[in-house]
């Protein structure tokens, strides 16, 4: 599996942006997919994941109401969309997938087995 992670940009804070993750070598079935973000001096986090077979989402607390993950089943792609970006949003936003349908570990990177190249977002003050 290859995931090809784009979307990322400079943006004023308050601003949006769309953050798209297209899956190649085989579909996504039963996959959790994820999305993650590493700010600079700091560890990845863990932003929010969606369960390919049903669509049933899963968000960090940090995130929640402005992020919203979503499908689309024809194009192998995951989404991120980001409303009223913040400065403390820049990172480099990573996609992920496990071959796993999972709920207790959907959080640990190092459950998924799969990472797309990562993109960069920065919000301005």
């Known amino acids: 599996v290859q995931l090809q992670a784009s979307g990322g940009g400079l943006v004023q804070a308050g601003g949006s942006l769309r953050l798209s993750c297209v899956g190649s070598g085989r579909t996504f079935s039963s996959f959790t997919l994820g999305w993650f973000r590493q700010a600079p001096g700091k560890e990845r986090e863990f932003v929010a994941a969606i369960w390919w077979s049903g669509g049933s989402t899963y968000y960090a607390d940090s995130v929640k109401g402005r992020f919203t993950i979503s499908k689309d089943n024809a194009e192998n792609t995951v989404s991120l969309q980001i409303n009223n970006l913040k400065p403390e949003d820049t990172a480099v936003y990573y996609c992920?997938?496990?071959?796993?349908?999972?709920?207790?570990?959907?959080?640990?990177?190092?459950?998924?087995?799969?990472w797309g190249q990562g993109t960069l977002v920065t919000v301005s003050s």
């Open positions: 992920a997938a496990s071959v796993q349908s999972m709920l207790v570990f959907i959080t640990e990177a190092s459950r998924y087995n799969y």
